[in-house]
């Protein structure tokens, strides 16, 4: 519905705040957050994989705290199966080792549930 109808969805979001490819501080925690995704099936905010996604991570500001995004950095949490190839972006894996938020929050792949800490 953000994709298709985005007038429409903001209006049913009552107070809450939804990131489309911005920012916003809250508690002193500069937050970003993007729905984009590599093209998978033919899902909502699909994008071409390589410069395509890539316009987008360069948009977020190198100061960002906390990365929400849909789908996941390639090699991280990225497999639907442990047999299974690497889902996620390559070009978002190397936005989020430049900018190195202090937390990226993604989900999509179900198959890579979980979490992981920087060493």
């Given at each position: 519905?953000?994709?298709?109808?985005?007038?429409?969805?903001?209006?049913?979001?009552?107070?809450?705040?939804?990131?489309?490819?911005?920012?916003?501080?809250?508690?002193?925690?500069?937050?970003?957050?993007?729905?984009?995704?590599?093209?998978?099936?033919?899902?909502?905010?699909?994008?071409?994989?390589?410069a395509?996604?890539?316009?987008?991570w360069?948009?977020?500001?190198?100061?960002?705290?906390?990365?929400?995004?849909?789908?996941?950095?390639?090699?991280?949490?990225?497999?639907?199966?442990?047999?299974?190839?690497?889902?996620?972006?390559?070009?978002?894996?190397?936005?989020?080792?430049?900018?190195?938020?202090?937390?990226?929050?993604?989900?999509?792949?179900?198959?890579?549930?979980?979490?992981?800490?920087?060493?």
């Open positions: 519905m953000f994709e298709r109808h985005p007038g429409a969805a903001r209006e049913l979001l009552g107070n809450a705040i939804y990131l489309e490819n911005s920012g916003r501080e809250v508690a002193g925690l500069k937050i970003w957050g993007s729905p984009v995704q590599p093209e998978f099936n033919n899902w909502a905010f699909n994008v071409a994989r390589g395509a996604t890539r316009r987008y360069e948009m977020i500001p190198d100061s960002t705290d906390v990365l929400v995004t849909h789908g996941p950095p390639f090699g991280v949490l990225d497999k639907s199966h442990p047999s299974t190839a690497h889902l996620g972006c390559e070009e978002l894996a190397k936005a989020v080792e430049q900018i190195k938020p202090r937390l990226h929050i993604f989900g999509h792949i179900h198959g890579g549930h979980g979490q992981l800490t920087a060493s």
